[in-house]
């Protein structure tokens, strides 16, 4: 495996972020049979003891945390065993977290796990990802009204939207799928809106629930198919997008 190293994007980072960075980068490297057991160790040890500091707030450390692995996400590969890795570790310490829970039971019935404010923006990171690469584009059309294509060809920058969408639907698939919830800030792209005549007589702009609903998981797979199907796509991408249908029909055929 190639060698990755994780970087801290942010321009001022937080004294608890180089830990971080540290322990996974080491996991992700190791030939250790049970890297992510003894990642996730280490970074609940990092975390009890920076929350029993004065002063911590425990739930401004885990938004911290999961900003912290998305961006660490977004720079792995798609379908490295760099990113199976950091996934394992993820669930390792989530199942830590969960434990003390049960077993403590002061948490007021509220999850350590997801903060709300991260509960609330890592969907809208998921539907921008998904939004970019299969909800369609507008082409201007001059002296005619713009154009709304499906066509994966007319997407900017397809191979990098549909790997980076694609890691969505692989590892939250389920936590995306069978839900019909608004999310603000996530309006989508053009095939996901109303035309200006439907707009007007149904008085609102999106074809279904703005955020998650079944419509829209069945667009985004809809066209991951066209995706899969175009011949003028790259083969990587057309695998990708391969992937991800058969992920999202498992996770359809689950629910």
């Known amino acids: 495996m190639d060698q990755i190293q994780l970087r801290i994007e942010t321009p001022a980072p937080h004294d608890f972020e180089a830990p971080i960075q540290t322990i996974i980068n080491a996991a992700i490297q190791s030939t250790n049979p049970s890297p992510a057991k003894d990642a996730a160790l280490t970074l609940d040890a990092v975390y009890l003891d920076y929350i029993t500091s004065p002063n911590k707030d425990p739930e401004s450390v885990l938004t911290l945390f999961w900003e912290l692995i998305n961006s660490f996400a977004s720079q792995i590969p798609y379908e490295s065993p760099a990113q199976e890795k950091l996934v394992n570790i993820v669930q390792s310490w989530r199942t830590l977290l969960r434990s003390r829970l049960s077993s403590t039971r002061n ?56 790997a980076a969408a694609g890691v969505w639907i692989l590892y939250a698939g389920h936590a995306l799928h069978g839900r ?65 249908v058969e992920t999202m029909d498992g996770v359809d055929g689950h629910s």
């Open 180 to 244: 019909d919830e608004a999310i603000g800030g996530t309006q989508g792209c053009p095939l996901w809106m109303l035309p200006k005549a439907e707009r007007k007589k149904l008085r609102r702009k999106f074809r279904g629930t703005q955020g998650l609903c079944l419509d829209r998981w069945l667009l985004w797979k809809q066209q991951f198919a066209a995706i899969r199907d175009c011949g003028s796509v790259d083969t990587e991408t057309r695998r990708i997008a391969k992937n991800v």
């Open 107 to 162: 948490c007021g019935g509220t999850s350590p796990i997801f903060p709300p404010s991260f509960r609330k923006h890592g969907k809208t990171y998921a539907i921008w990802a998904l939004s970019d690469v299969a909800e369609g584009v507008m082409i201007p059309v001059r002296g005619s009204p713009d154009l709304v294509s499906a066509d994966p060809n007319d997407v900017d920058q397809l191979p990098f939207k549909a």
